[in-house]
């Protein structure tokens, strides 16, 4: 499913994870495609190397966790010590890039950076954004101190003076000043694994660069944290781009702004829930009738919006894993491929809210004694979680049919995942692990993908995320989701 090309291809090709030609100055299949071949890496300016491309036998292990078919990776490369820093941005785009191939149905994630940073020059502020990040997924990854050290004293360095640039908009280039917000909010959900209140504040601290008054990307947190198509509005004039927004949608897709409207209404009556539901609220059964009444209606906008999709929308069933089969080691049942992990994502992000609707109904529904109520939806949302778990191996495996092959031959060796797939999953995985009307059985799955997100990954927040023990403020969870999606839904120029 996913061809990672061979080690001399073009860059273009590379990044978009296609098979190159060779074809030297220019591929001809950058060519065909009438889209620009971004050179070969020993060319000057180029100079871009695979930072897993050296193995090293003594270094420490990772700590040990579940085995699973698409858990137990292939052996995994480890970088020489120089090599990590050297490499640091090609690492970057090989780790947490994804590029469209087709804006018309998919942005990608980050897509676009990499000319941000070809044309900001090496030295600038979004390319040391992307050092960072690389360097903290590493670290976390590889058991290296020192390289999470290192990234810690280059971010507090970047989010001193980048601080200070945002106090002069017109000075700055708006969309590299937007890209490095968002790469030093991956960043704190890449590196902290430390206890949820630090890491809650660190986030805090790069949404509140958005928000200062003086910035150009103030966006009201409340309301926009659901918000697809434009999470953040521009409160200033983008003097380098042409359009009113960098935050787009597909050019041909009314998908993403019709769950917009469902995400709108569902803050609302999210929000009034928490009160409803609050230990210092004796609600009323009128308040609780409303809530579900009105928590019904987007239930059913919800359903609607699953059932009109386009077909290069929809998840394609390949293959199936029996109970014999998964074992304890994955969720049996079918195993779903997308277009790419922007679709997967919407997907996703779209079954996140419809359990939380549904989570609503079935808690409105006890305290009025609906039994009947319960049952039904309680089946609806064990079918969208089932949903999210057959989503799983393309997320956190390079070739979801490779793993399916693997995974019926009952085989433990699979290719390495690309860690931006489990920066993907992270908010659908806990929302379906913290919903009440999914089985215990599954949520206790949905927890333990999490912990090897983190553990395997490298990505810091996926263990607070997967630990049940620990329950985050719905701020914290919000905050991060909207830093992840301001990064899959900038709109290339």
């Given at each position: 499913m996913v061809n990672y090309g061979v080690s001399r291809g073009c860059e273009t090709c590379k990044r978009r994870r296609k098979k190159c030609d060779e074809t030297r100055p220019t591929c001809k299949t950058c060519a065909k495609l009438s889209i620009t071949c971004l050179g070969y890496r020993?060319?000057?300016?180029?100079?871009?190397?695979?930072?897993?491309?050296?193995?090293?036998e003594n270094l420490p292990s990772r700590p040990d966790v579940?085995?699973?078919?698409?858990?137990?990776?292939?052996?995994?490369?480890?970088?020489?010590?120089?090599?990590?820093?050297?490499?640091?941005i090609s690492s970057f785009f090989d780790d947490y890039v994804v590029i469209s191939q087709d804006p018309t149905v998919s942005r990608g994630f980050l897509d676009g950076v990499d000319r941000l940073i070809m044309s900001a020059g090496e030295s600038s502020n979004i390319a040391q954004a992307a050092r960072i990040v690389a360097l903290g997924g590493a670290a976390n990854r590889f058991g290296r101190q020192d390289l999470l050290d290192k990234s810690r004293s280059m971010y507090g360095a970047l989010l001193g003076s980048f601080r200070k640039m945002l106090l002069y908009p017109a000075t700055g280039n708006t969309m590299e000043s937007l890209m490095t917000v968002v790469l030093l909010g991956i960043y704190e959900i890449i590196s902290d694994i430390d206890t949820n209140g630090k890491h809650a504040a660190h986030v805090a601290g790069v949404a509140a660069l958005l928000n200062m008054e003086s910035s150009p990307f103030k966006c009201n947190t409340s309301t926009h944290k659901f918000q697809l198509h434009d999470p953040l509005h521009i409160s200033s004039p983008l003097r380098d781009v042409g359009c009113s927004s960098v935050l787009c949608v597909p050019d041909s897709n009314p998908s993403v702004l019709s769950l917009n409207g469902i995400f709108e209404k569902f803050a609302t009556w999210f929000h009034r829930a928490e009160v409803l539901f609050s230990d210092a609220y004796s609600a009323s059964c009128t308040e609780i009738c409303e809530l579900r009444d009105n928590a019904t209606l987007l239930d059913t906008e919800c359903c609607k919006w699953a059932?009109?999709?386009?077909?290069?929308?929809?998840?394609?069933?390949?293959?199936?894993?029996?109970?014999?089969?998964?074992?304890?080691?994955?969720?049996?049942?079918?195993?779903?491929?997308?277009?790419?992990?922007?679709?997967?994502?919407?997907?996703?992000?779209?079954?996140?809210?419809?359990?939380?609707?549904?989570?609503?109904?079935?808690?409105?529904?006890?305290?009025?004694?609906?039994?009947?109520?319960?049952?039904?939806?309680?089946?609806?949302?064990?079918?969208?979680?089932?949903?999210?778990a057959a989503s799983i191996p393309f997320h956190l495996t390079a070739d979801a049919e490779q793993y399916l092959q693997y995974a019926q031959a009952g085989s433990m060796d699979v290719s390495p995942p690309r860690p931006v797939?489990?920066?993907?999953?992270?908010?659908?995985?806990?929302?379906?692990?913290?919903?009440?009307?999914?089985?215990?059985e599954l949520r206790d799955f949905m927890y333990q993908q999490l912990e090897w997100i983190g553990k395997v990954m490298g990505i810091g927040q996926a263990g607070l995320l997967g630990n049940p023990s620990i329950h985050l403020p719905w701020d914290y969870v919000a905050e991060g989701h909207l830093l992840i999606w301001a990064g899959m839904l900038i709109r290339p120029v």
């Open positions: 020993n060319e000057p300016g180029y100079v871009f190397r695979n930072a897993t491309a050296v193995l090293t579940e085995a699973s078919l698409y858990h137990s990776v292939s052996k995994k490369l480890i970088p020489a010590d120089d090599q990590v820093e050297r490499d640091a059932v009109n999709q386009k077909d290069q929308w929809l998840p394609r069933t390949i293959g199936s894993v029996t109970v014999e089969q998964a074992g304890t080691s994955c969720w049996p049942g079918p195993v779903d491929t997308f277009f790419d992990l922007y679709v997967a994502s919407i997907w996703n992000t779209y079954r996140k809210t419809h359990l939380m609707v549904l989570d609503i109904i079935c808690k409105c529904s006890e305290r009025l004694g609906s039994s009947d109520i319960i049952r039904q939806k309680q089946l609806d949302a064990e079918r969208i979680a089932e949903a999210i797939g489990g920066l993907l999953l992270l908010h659908p995985l806990h929302t379906a692990a913290r919903c009440t009307a999914v089985s215990q």
